[in-house]
């Protein structure tokens, strides 16, 4: 006897992928009505695990061992997996492969038939079920296989929209004939302009010189592509401003479906060129006039030391000191500039060099010892050398800088701990001190440039404002770096970290 299949369930269900759990349970309880026996299964194989998983459960096993796995080398279903050939036993088990091809991706068994043993003709049958089954397993494996695609597809177009949208950079596609298809947000800033106005638009109404658009098309026909043209955009009748121009035609099956545009706004770089080279014409004529200060404060300072010695055996000596102490601020303040004049041109120049940091801080504290007698300065250093990597001038500059904080700010007699500590990559430096600290707020903008903050001390500011901005930026060239911590009535700690250089 021969079975027909469009008696039982129509071949086209194949198709129907969704449908996999209840169609192969329809194919298994058709065809557990046919052959008249108790229950089935379908177990598929699992890549992953290289086990085989029940699938769908019929009859008395219904829903009792879905999630139980079977090795495929283990049992009936797993022999008729692994030789890819049918077995029958007796009226317990008629298993088959589902194939796919030579591939076997599953086993379908039939258990404990009513009637008699299982036959000839019942394997044709279950061989015949078998075959739809395998069909509906490969078509839900292309679902599958096509959703991931689709799902892949569908966030690389979402990551590139995202990414498109993010870019500072105007960005439009335009069609062959010239009419704008797509544009990002940067270039609707740029026109000031939104999206419906913009799209459909003809490209020579955004630009300027109509030889852009023309250098644009012939350039993309030509070589592909274009970069570097200059040009101006049009944000009104009356209204311009400059762009660089970079563009790429869009290929797709051998065809030309247009060409994609990115636009740099040059206003903002320009003007930004126009503050530099103001800056550095206005730098050098600061630093010259600094420099024609410095020429009379130093010779100025020179007739005070003449002074000094002939009122030593009266009481206007007192007076000559406080003249020479501020030309001494005069002058630093003044170099102190000059110092920052030539950082804003970036004219620091560095020369790395490995330094024995226990003999430049001892040199360092005893000048300050003496320049500053009634301050505690209290050096803690390792019992071994330490060598830091970094330029010998510069590093006595920043140390200037942050041991004339820690005076300015703490009071007459306060202690200034400076402290070494070496590890394996990094020498730190620790200078702390005792002042009235600084506020959180404050702490956030110690590196501003020109930021001068109260001195506790005197009630005013003090300072240019540029000495901590000064020491960060000769620290960076140095591949060092600062950290402030402070707490108002508890002091200051200023740590520094220079890269470990080698023994001398």
């Avoid at 009226?91 to 088959?96: D, K």
């Avoid at 404990?112 to 739809?132: P, Q, R, Y």
């Avoid at 003496?370 to 019992?383: A, C, G, M, V």
Wanted: proline share 2%; net charge positive.
């Amino acid at each position: 006897m021969s079975y027909n299949l469009d008696d039982s369930i129509a071949l086209n269900k194949a198709g129907e992928a969704l449908k996999l759990p209840s169609f192969l349970e329809e194919i298994l309880e058709e065809l557990q009505e046919k052959i008249g026996c108790e229950a089935g299964s379908i177990l598929l194989l699992e890549d992953e695990r290289q086990k085989l998983i029940f699938k769908v459960t019929t009859g008395a096993r219904r829903g009792d061992i879905k999630k139980i796995t079977v090795d495929t080398k283990e049992g009936v279903a797993g022999w008729v997996f692994q030789r890819g050939e049918p077995l029958i036993v007796n009226n317990t088990y008629l298993a088959v492969p589902l194939k796919l091809g030579d591939k076997v991706v599953g086993v379908m068994e039939l258990i404990n038939k009513k009637e008699g043993n299982f036959t000839e003709e019942d394997l044709n049958i279950v061989l015949s079920f078998a075959s739809i089954a395998a069909v509906v397993v490969e078509n839900i494996e292309l679902y599958k296989h096509l959703r991931i695609l689709v799902n892949r597809v569908n966030n690389l177009e979402n990551y590139q929209k995202v990414l498109l949208e993010s870019l500072t950079d105007g960005v439009l596609s335009i069609n062959p004939a010239g009419e704008v298809v797509s544009c990002n947000r940067s270039i609707q800033i740029m026109l000031n302009r939104d999206r419906e106005s913009i799209v459909g638009q003809n490209i020579s109404e955004l630009f300027n010189d109509k030889n852009t658009i023309k250098d644009i098309i012939e350039g993309c026909r030509r070589k592909g592509k274009i970069n570097g043209l200059f040009s101006y955009l049009k944000t009104s009748k009356k209204n311009r401003f400059p762009v660089a121009v970079d563009a790429s035609s869009l290929i797709y099956d051998s065809k030309n479906k247009g060409i994609v545009i990115v636009v740099r706004n040059l206003r903002d770089a320009l003007l930004l060129e126009e503050i530099k080279r103001d800056i550095i014409v206005k730098s050098d004529l600061a630093c010259n006039l600094s420099h024609e200060f410095m020429t009379p404060l130093t010779a100025i300072q020179a007739g005070i030391q003449i002074f000094k010695e002939n009122f030593k055996e009266n009481g206007q000596s007192k007076y000559i000191k406080i003249v020479d102490n501020s030309v001494e601020i005069l002058k630093e303040r003044i170099q102190t500039f000059l110092d920052y004049l030539k950082a804003e041109k970036d004219e620091w120049k560095v020369d790395l060099e490995s330094i024995r940091l226990n003999l430049l801080l001892r040199q360092i504290i005893e000048e300050y010892k003496q320049k500053f007698p009634r301050y505690k300065f209290i050096l803690s250093l390792p019992d071994f050398p330490i060598f830091i990597y970094a330029d010998k001038k510069q590093t006595k500059k920043v140390l200037g800088v942050i041991l004339k904080n820690a005076i300015q700010y703490s009071k007459e007699g306060s202690r200034i701990q400076i402290r070494a500590v070496s590890n394996e990559e990094f020498i730190n430096l620790y200078i702390k001190d005792q002042g009235r600290g600084i506020s959180e707020k404050n702490v956030k903008n110690l590196f501003d440039k020109f930021k001068r903050f109260c001195d506790p001390l005197k009630e005013t500011s003090s300072g240019l404002g540029i000495g901590l901005w000064l020491a960060k930026y000769l620290l960076k060239k140095n591949n060092a770096n600062i950290i402030v911590q402070s707490k108002e009535g508890e002091g200051t700690v200023v740590k520094l970290s220079f890269k470990k250089g080698g023994e001398l």
